[in-house]
C-alpha cells in the first residue's frame, strides 16, 4: 500500500523559486518544510547554466554557483530537500500529493503546498515545424544539460532559431562545445537581447543575425542536414546545418496546476494567482516561472519568497481570498502575471510581454471602460520576449463587485 | 539468440529469408519460428525492427467493420483482430477497447449511417448502434457544435504498434530466428536450390523467400521476374497532442466516408495522448515521411471543427507514415509456387491489424511452395514491458519499486520512465541501437518536452548501456 505523510508545508521543485519559498518558510518557523525536487540535485534550471548572468550586481554568479548558494540557504534554514521524487498528482482534496521516488510511491499531505515546477521551451514539436524527423534538435535546455552536465558531443555546424538572451546563450554553449554558429535566425525585426550581447555575437564572434526570418522546415533523414528559412518577403533559402536549437518560446510547466484543477490564465498558460500567490485551489500557492514563462532567475527567487510570507499568513489561519477580478491584456501584448486582483494581496508589481515591437509605448489600465491608470513605457522601443514591468499602485481603484481589469497598449 | 547488424553474414543458406522486419515480417518470422526446425533469418534494411510504416500509423486495432466484402484484406483484418486481441493480452500489448464513433456533419453523411450499420453486420460487426445528436454529445461532450448522430462501432480499439513489432520480433528471436539489421537486400537471384540475395553486408542463401519489403515490395517483386503491381505510397501526417488532451475525448472519432472522400480522425492512443490525422497524399518518393506546412494545417482546421479544445493543447509529436498502396483495391499476397517464394505486397492501412493472419495465411502458402516446416511448437510466452496508461506503469507499481528502487527513478519525466526500464529495454534481446529505437521500446523522450529535461540524461544512459552490452573489441 502507498505509505501516507505529514507535512507543514510541501513546495514542489527545488529551483530558485521553491528553494526560496522553502528558505523563508523554514527560516519562519513554518514546521516541517518538504521540497520534492524529481532530478537528481537541487537548483533547477541555473545549475545546467554554467554561464554567468545570475546573482546580483554587487555578487555576480554563474548559474550553478547561483544553485548552490540558494540549495545551502534552504538547507541551513532546516528545510528537507528530497531529490529523486516526483510529484505526480493530487489525492482527492486539499493540499494533498501522491509522490514516487526510489523509496516507492506515498501520499505526502500538507497544510500548504506551493507549486514551482517553473517552465521549459517549445520543442521543434510544439511550434508546428515540419519536415523530418532527424537527430540534431535540441532545445536550449536540452542543449546546456549535454554540454554542461554530461559533457556530450553535439555536432559541427548549428542554426539557433530565436534571438533573445536565451538564444545567445544556446549560441555561446554550442561554441563552447566546439560548433559553428551558422545563423541566428528570428522572426522579429531585430534580436531581443540586449545590445551588447547581440553585437558581441555578430561582431566578435561574426554570427550572422537573420531577422524577420523563420524556420519553415527540417530536412535530413537519420541526422539534420540542414533548415529551410523563409524571409517575410517570402524568399527562402536551405541553411545547411547538423543541429538546429529552437530557444525561447517559454511554456510553464503546468501539468500538475492543471492536474489539480487550478483555474488557468489563459495567456500566461499558468495557473491564475493574486498578488500574493494564491491560486484558486485553498491552501495551494505558486511561484516562479510556473506563473510566467520565462522571467530572470531573481524575480523567481523573489517571488518565491514573497510567496512564503502569504503561506505562514495561512498558517496563521488567513482566510483564502475570494478568485478576485481577472486582469487580461489585448493584443499585441501577450499575458500579464499576476493576473489577480484581490483586496488584501497587492503584488510588487506585474510583469507582461507584447508580440510585437512596440515603439515609445504607453500602457493604458481599464475596468469596465473607466481608466484606472496610463503609463509610459520607455524610453525607447519594447521588445518581444523581454520583461516589461508595470507597477501595481493603481489596484486600490479597482472595484472588486466589477468586470475584468484590461490593460492594452490603446 | 541472434541479432546482428554488422560483420559478415552466415554461410550456411537458411531454410527461409523473410526481407522486411516491419509488423508484417516480424509476424511471419515468428510464425515460422514456431517450427523448431526451421531456420530463419529475417533481413532488414534499417537499424530498428519496425522502423519502416509500422512505427507511424494511427495504432487503431480494426474490427474490419467498413471492408470491402470478399477481398482478402477483409477477412485477414476481421482474423487478424481476433488473434491479435487474444496475443494481445497474453503478452501484456497495451490495448484498450475505447470504440469507434462515425460522426455525421451533414445530412448526407447523416443518411450513410444505416447503410454503414448494414456493411458492419455483413463483416461480422453485429454490436454496432446508430445514436442521436443527444446520445452523441453525452458521450463526447466536448464534440464540436452541429454534428447530427453518429454510428457506434464498440469494438474498434487502440493499441501500441512498437510493442506489437517487438513482441513478435522478440519471440521469434528468442525461438532462433536470426535478425540480421542494417542488411539491405539488393538483389535476388535464383540457384540450384534456393535464392542467393546480395546484401549490404555481402551474400546470404535461402531455399524459400518471403518478401515483406512493405514500400519496397514491388521492386524486389520485380527482381524476381514480376509485375503484378506498383506502389504508390499515400503519405499520411498526424499530430499528436499532448495527454493533458485525453479527457476531451473518449472514443475514436471517424469521418463518415462519403463521395467527397474521407476526413481526418481523432483518436486517443494508449499512451493517454490524443492523435489528429491523417492525411491522404498520393506520392511518389518512398522516403517522403516528412510533415508539410500545409498538411498540418489542414489538419489543425478540421481537428478544429471536430474537437475545438483540442487545439488548445501542445503538440508533442508530428509525423508522417505511408501506405503501400498500390493500383488493387485489396492485399498483393501471391505464391509463386515454383520459384519457392511468397510475396506480401499491398499491405496498406490495415497491416497493424491483419498482421498475425497474415502471418498464418502467408505459412500455409510457403508450404505450398514445398517448404517442409516440420512439427510445430508453442513459443515460449513474452512478457512485454508495459508502455500504456490504462494498465499499471512500473512507477506505479509498490511492489517492483520495492524490490528494485531502479523502477522509481523517473528520468523522463513527462513520460515517467523510469531508470529501470531503459536499462531493462538496453539488456533485452532485440536492444535498441538509437534513441529513436530506445524511446520506441519505453518512450523516453515522447513526451512534450522533448527531452528539454530528460535528452541528455537519456542519452547518457543510452549510450553507457549500449557500450556496456558492447563485445569487447568489436568496435574500432
Ligand atoms: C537556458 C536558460 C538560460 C537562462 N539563463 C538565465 C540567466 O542567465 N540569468 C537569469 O537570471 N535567468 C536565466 N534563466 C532563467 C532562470 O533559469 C529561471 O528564471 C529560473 O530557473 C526559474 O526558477 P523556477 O524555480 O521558477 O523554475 P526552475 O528553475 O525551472 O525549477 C523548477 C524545478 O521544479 C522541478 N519540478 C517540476 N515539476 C516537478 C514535479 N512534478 N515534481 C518534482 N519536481 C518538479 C524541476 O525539476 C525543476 O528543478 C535561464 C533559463 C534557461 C532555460
Ligand atoms: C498513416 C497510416 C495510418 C495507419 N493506420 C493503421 C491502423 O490504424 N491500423 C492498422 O492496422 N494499420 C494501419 N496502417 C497500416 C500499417 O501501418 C501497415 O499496413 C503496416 O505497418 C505494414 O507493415 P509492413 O511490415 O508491411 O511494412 P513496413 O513496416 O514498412 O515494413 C517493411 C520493412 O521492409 C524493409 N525493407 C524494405 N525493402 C527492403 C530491402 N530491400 N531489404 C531489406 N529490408 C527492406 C523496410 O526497411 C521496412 O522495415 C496505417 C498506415 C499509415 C501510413
Known sequence: MTAARRVDVLVVGAGPAGLAA????????????????????????????AHGGFGTWTRPLTGPGYARLLTEAAERAGATLRTGVTALDWAAAGPVLTVVGPGGPETVEARAVVLATGARERPRTARLVPGTRPAGVYTTGELQRAVHLFGQHIGTRAVVAGAEEVSYAAAGTLRAAGAEVVA???????????????????????????TGTTVTELLGHGRLSGVRVRHRDGRTAVLACDTVVFTGDFVPDHELARRGGLAMDPGTRGPAVDGSAHTSRPGVFAAGNLLHAVEPAGTAAREGARAGRAVLDHLAGAPWPDPGVPVVVSEPLRWIAPNRVTPAARPGGHVLRTGVPLPHPVLYVRQDGRLLHRRRLGPGTAHPNRTLTLPAHWHDRVDPEGGEVRVSTD | MTVTADGPLPSTPYDVAVVGAGVVGCAVARELARHPRLRIALVEAQ??????????????????????RGTLEARL?????????????????????????????????LAALPGLAAKAGRNGCHDTVLLGPGELYAREPHLGPGALGALHVPGESILCPWTTTLAYATQAVRAGTDLHLDTPVRAVERTADGHRLTTGRGILHARHLVNAAGLHADTLDRALGHEDFT?????????????????????????????????????????????????????????????????????????????????????????????????????????HPGQ???????????????????????????????????????????????????????????????????????????????????????????????????????????????????????RDLFERGRSAAEPKGDRA
Open chain 2, 231 to 335: 506502389v504508390t505510397p499515400r503519405r499520411g501526417q498526424l499530430l499528436v497532442y499532448d495527454k493533458l488532451a485525453r479527457p476531451l475525448v473518449r472514443h475514436i472519432l471517424l469521418p463518415v466516408p462519403t463521395a467527397l472522400g474521407k476526413g481526418v480522425l481523432v483518436a486517443p492512443t494508449v499512451y493517454g495522448n490524443v492523435l489528429l490525422g491523417p492525411t491522404a497524399e498520393d506520392l511518389h518518393d518512398r522516403r517522403a515521411t516528412e510533415t508539410t506546412a500545409d498538411g498540418l494545417a489542414a489538419l489543425r482546421d478540421q481537428g478544429r471543427r471536430i474537437l475545438p479544445a483540442l487545439l488548445d493543447e501542445e503538440v508533442t509529436a508530428v509525423y508522417a507514415g505511408l501506405r503501400a498502396a498500390t493500383e488493387h483495391e485489396d492485399y498483393r499476397i501471391t505464391a
Open chain 2, 47 to 68: 537499424d530498428d525492427v519496425g522502423q519502416g510504416t509500422s512505427k507511424a500509423n494511427t495504432a487503431i486495432l480494426h474490427t474490419g467493420f467498413d471492408a470491402t
Open chain 2, 77 to 109: 483484418v476481421r482474423e487478424g483482430y481476433q488473434r491479435l486481441s487474444a496475443y494481445a493480452a497474453e503478452t501484456g500489448i497495451p490495448v484498450e477497447r475505447v470504440g469507434a464513433l462515425l460522426v455525421a456533419w451533414d445530412e448526407e453523411q
Open chain 2, 340 to 458: 519457392a517464394y511468397v510475396t506480401v505486397g499491398g499491405i496498406r492501412s490495415t497491416g497493424l491489424t491483419a498482421s498475425l493472419a497474415i502471418a498464418a495465411h502467408v505459412t500455409g502458402l510457403l508450404a505450398g511452395t514445398g517448404l517442409d516446416p516440420g512439427p510445430v511448437r508453442e513459443l515460449e510466452p513474452v512478457a512485454m514491458p508495459n508502455l500504456g496508461e490504462a494498465f499499471p506503469r512500473p512507477h506505479q507499481r509498490p511492489d517492483l519499486i520495492a524490490a528494485d528502487p531502479e523502477y522509481g527513478t523517473l528520468v523522463c519525466h513527462c513520460e515517467r520512465v523510469s531508470r529501470g526500464e531503459i536499462r531493462d529495454a538496453l539488456a533485452g534481446p532485440v536492444p535498441p541501437r538509437t534513441l529513436e529505437g530506445l524511446r520506441r521500446r519505453t518512450r523516453a523522450r515522447a513526451g512534450r518536452c522533448q527531452g528539454f529535461y530528460c535528452g541528455a540524461a537519456v
Open chain 1, 184 to 210: 541566428l535566425v528570428t522572426e522579429h525585426p531585430s534580436a531581443q537581447a540586449g545590445p551588447a550581447r547581440a553585437q558581441a555575437a555578430r561582431l566578435r564572434h561574426g554570427i550572422p543575425l537573420l
Open chain 1, 22 to 49: 522553502a528558505a523563508r518558510l523554514a527560516l519562519a518557523g513554518a514546521g516541517r518544510v518538504e521540497v520534492l525536487e524529481r532530478e537528481a540535485r537541487p537548483g533547477g534550471v541555473p545549475r545546467t547554466c
